[in-house]
């Protein structure tokens, strides 16, 4: 049977690239350096003997295939999926069906141990990553709040791993380039010390038909400085302080129904981001102590023309201003057979935002007089101004507290292992919303019309909202080894996950729209609580699953299937009518199941062949907006089907100029995705290829590579905005080369 | 093997407890209703008289532990007659049906303007704390018989009835029944007329919701158990003040029970005839 299961995992993958070796370096790179990553510090660092579904990419993959984002793991990991849309500041992460556009994530996402809180901003380049960790399922017990759905853990490369300087180079299609130069060194044996520059600007994939401008264009720059100290053989200290800045024109929808990107006013985003990370670990004689300090700061500014048409409908701007602290302490310990995890986590944040909505004159005319002149034939209205301005201020406050615990006891081959999370949230929204504009009411049952009235449009509404909730987060796992070695075994968990609820302050603008309206006499009032607020979403996550290896551990890989039951699910809708800001709304209850199959094969040291396959069944149970009934429905923006492959191919050739030369071919697949509740509109499963050639000489690397080499047109998000739909075009065929530069000095 | 399952067995416990979260509404609940607020109608069971007078002070107050306390003052019977009534040592429940707070006074003795002592049975208080659309409307309703001769009810002058509105669209037979639509009645004693303001008005699926109609200055008529009104033509008015004469109501009548049912109707700009079956101030429930 053993002999059977490489050659059955071959014949899934046709085309496979070296991307995924998830089990072979990573335990010991990690345990004999002493680096401290928060996964070490809260479980067992092989991932593959522990009893959840997970997948590692290490540096040689992420060198491989260029990685320096989180949102090019999506497909490499089974049921992983992070579309690439809007701007920097949409990061919508997708796993088993279970995941977020708006406000709070699904997936957790901590870099260098650092639990980003927002997950506008998830998506930033980072230059020299070490390894990623892709952890599937609840994570709630040991990570807390929104890790529903899973955890990705980045880690960067630390000095005490690597000395020398690297630099990178890089040019490709849409005259995008990046440019890296990074510094790692021992100032003592105890002291290291790394500081990376980065930058990379694009001109886009796409144009503005209207201005014929750049969409999608980009200029982007950090710098990443780490320090990490071991002062005695039982402290460990790192801090990792970043700054990046990023400057983007977005947006590139494209009307469905002209095919074409087409709108009159600015589109931008811009974000200044600050993160400090820092950690500290002693390991005692009887258990080890660690704690982690973060601080994060946002700046960002995100306009957008929010019709996407050319025509002077509205615009909206959202400037923030963000911070937030956290802190987490863990203590762990073993005793024999037992072994178990305690901690406490507690974080504040706090975002201002002022949040302007103006009007233009089509704005007005057609969703405002034109609207109201419709059914009031007889006095029709004309408004002041041909702009109208509804301007908002909020202040959201948010702190949170908990304990949690994991124990785990193993007899034999078996291990059984419990854990429980108690965590407390309070979330409040201080809003200011104002308007001073006016309209003329005209008698039009004379000749001429004659002046009725003038009114005028007053409104300064202030509030104050508050939720809290208080959430038990248990897990329960058992395993059992049934091959020779750790990284054999099966098991099963059970777990319950959680989304944070919140207020959705982008609602803010169709709330003060219905308001005029209803000054008016037309629409009904909307309840700011109603429409703004939502609760969490929770989810039971049963699971199965194995990891196996044989040929000597040449093949490794890991399968699951899993069930999971989501209630209060938060989706995100475009209300009817002739509104354009979404809601989210908890959408009744919706389940979700599949599978997962993951595997690495080195059959020799030249060749490396990789699968992945991730099968996601997720529909609602019951969900019902009070117009329609979408019961049996597929869960938009979740992808049935994830494929990842790939093989890499190693030719020495002993050359005076060339060391080796590596050819890796690559192919994703993604589908079908459904993307609204009514499964009226979908894109197909669709496969990309990729491809790059390497030039290896010692110090040096040459890699000519290509994506999307079969030109293949997708999409990777749609809308419906005041009637309209708009797609985002996925990224079509690129090609570029890039110069890798390694003087290490030890 | 055993410590396996002694910490499995702690896990049940866990799984079976539920999390918890909630909003914090601000709530406040309004015990003091002035002489504005209300209208006193009597009808007098020995001459047959019907009056609607001036309304009354009333002060509730309800604790924690079902006591309660009723004060009204100056309350007016018509025909020259007032009482004052002091309960300060009552209990109050909650409606079942419609969950509004209720105190039931069988006897009490009540005071008159020539300080004689009436005697007041079958006192009845009923009072509803809600929001609609966002504000603060508490309903009110009060009935007792004064020496076996006054059946008197307290009543707000401006009562909202909720229901269910169906509208026939005359030309093609279309019916759209809505229960979001609900009736303001704001009475004007002096006049003896009453606004029907209309809320959340839809007259087919289609149509999108208006936020406010006004019917203005519908005669009324008082009868023995509530009030009649009607009306040939009227043209609503709109929440900025301009009239909306493509809404023209026309053949509006209603017949309204106090302490039971409204029922209304009207034809709105020629061309959907609307009925109404409502109960007054969401505390009977009686649709």
Known sequence: MR????????????????????????????????EVSVTALKQPARLSVQPVASTTVTADEVSRF???????????APNLYIPEYGSRMTSSIYVRGIGARIDQPAVGLNVDNVPFLNKDNYDFDIVDIDRIEVFRGPQSVLYGRNTMGGLISIYTLSPFKYQGVR????????????????????????????????YTRTDGFFKNEYNNADVGAESQGSVRWKTAWRPS?????????????????????????????????????????????????????????????????????????????PERYFTLTQRRH????????????????????????????????????????????????????????????????????????FTTPTW???????????????????????????????????????????????????????????????????????????????????????????????????????????????VLQQRVMAMMGLAMNYDVDKIVSYRPEKSWNWEAGVHFSAHEGRLRGSAAVFYIDCRDQQLTMFPEGTTTGRIMTNAGKTRSYGLEVAAVYRPTDRWILTASYGLTNAKFREFNNGK????????????????????????????????????????????????????????????????????????????????????TKYSTFYFVSMGNSFLQRGRPRTWGATIRLNFKTT | MKKIFSLLAIFAIAVTLSSCDKDEPETSFKTDFAPADTYVYTVNSQSGDVSLADGCS????????????????????????????????????????????????????????????????????????????????????????????????????????????????????DVFTTKDTYYGILLDRINMTADVIIRNAKFAANMPAQTRLTVPDVPVTLTATGYTLSAASVVPIAPNGSPRPEYEVTDLTATGVYGGRLDLSFTVAGAFDLSARLSEDGIIGNN
């Not at chain 1, 050659?7 to 990690?30: H, K, N, Q, T, Y």
């Not at chain 1, 260029?66 to 490499?76: F, H, L, P």
């Not at chain 1, 589109?267 to 982690?292: A, M, N, Q």
């Not at chain 2, 002592?117 to 509803?128: F, Q």
């Open chain 1, 66 to 76: 260029n990685i320096v984002t989180m949102k090019q793991v999506s497909e490499i």
């Open chain 1, 167 to 198: 630099a990178t180079g890089e040019y490709g299609s849409a005259n995008s380039a990046k440019v890296s130069v990074g510094g790692y060194a021992l100032l003592t044996p105890e002291l290291g010390m790394s500081l990376i520059g980065y």
């Open chain 1, 400 to 510: 949170g507290a908990a304990l949690y615990h994991q124990s785990s006891y193993s007899v034999d081959r078996l291990t059984a292992s419990v854990g429980l999370r108690l965590d407390y949230e309070r979330a409040s929204l201080n809003y200011h919303s104002m308007t001073n504009a006016g309209y003329t009411i005209y008698n039009a049952t004379v000749n001429p019309p004659e002046v009725f009235s003038h009114v005028p449009v007053e409104i300064d509404d202030r509030g104050k909202l508050h939720r809290h909730d208080l959430q038990l987060l248990p897990r329960i796992t058992v395993s059992y080894r049934w091959g020779a070695t750790p990284s054999e075994n099966v098991y099963l968990s059970v777990a319950k996950g959680y989304k944070a609820g919140g207020y959705n302050t982008q609602m803010f603008s169709d």
């Open chain 1, 322 to 393: 963000e911070w937030a602290f956290t802190q987490d302490v863990i203590a762990t310990g073993k005793a024999g057979r037992y072994e178990w995890t305690a901690g406490a986590f507690g974080f504040y944040k706090r975002s201002s935002m002022g949040a302007p909505v103006t009007f233009g004159e089509q704005g007005i005319e057609n969703l405002i007089t034109g609207h109201y002149n419709k059914y009031s034939p007889y006095y029709p209205i004309a408004w002041d101004d041909d702009t109208f301005l509804l301007d908002s201020y």
């Open chain 1, 628 to 711: 329609s009934d979408f019961s049996g429905n597929r869960v938009p923006y979740a992808p049935a089907n994830t494929l990842f492959g790939g093989v890499t191919y190693i030719q020495p050739l002993g050359l005076s100029w060339l060391d080796n030369v590596s050819i890796t071919c690559s192919a994703r697949g993604v589908g079908d995705i459904y993307w609204d509740e009514g499964n009226t509109v979908k894109q197909p499963f669709y496969g990309l290829l990729g491809a790059s050639v390497r030039l290896n000489k010692g110090d040096y690397a040459l890699d000519i590579w290509g994506e999307n080499l079969t030109g």
């Open chain 2, 58 to 173: 009333v002060s509730l107050k309800f604790d924690s532990n079902g006591n309660a306390s009723v004060k009204m003052d100056a309350v007016n019977l018509g025909g020259g007659v007032m009482v004052w009534i002091d309960c300060p040592d009552e209990k109050w429940t909650i409606d079942t049906k419609t969950g509004a707070r209720s105190i039931v006074i069988p006897q009490t003795p009540a005071r008159t303007a020539g300080y004689t002592v009436a005697t007041v049975t079958n006192l009845t208080i009923k009072c509803l704390d809600r929001a609609i659309d966002g504000a603060y409307l508490p309903a009110l309703q009060i009935t007792m018989t004064v020496d076996n001769q006054y059946n008197v009810r307290v009543i707000q002058r401006s009562m909202v009835a909720f229901g269910e509105t169906s509208v026939t669209t005359k030309r093609t037979g």
């Open chain 1, 3 to 34: 002999e059977l299961l490489p050659i059955a995992l071959l014949s899934l993958s046709f085309f496979s690239a070296g991307r995924l070796s998830a089990d072979v370096a990573e335990p010991d790179s990690v345990l004999s350096l002493r």
């Open chain 1, 233 to 309: 053989d039982a402290v460990s200290v790192e801090n990792v302080a970043a700054v990046s800045v990023s400057r983007q024109s977005g947006y590139p929808y494209e009307s469905v129904e002209s095919g074409r990107i087409n709108y009159n006013d600015t589109c931008f985003y811009r974000r200044t981001g600050v993160t400090d990370g820092l950690t500290v670990k002693w390991e005692g004689p009887h258990f080890t102590l660690s704690g982690i300090t973060s601080f994060q700061y946002i700046n960002d500014n995100m306009t957008l023309d929010q019709d996407f048409l």
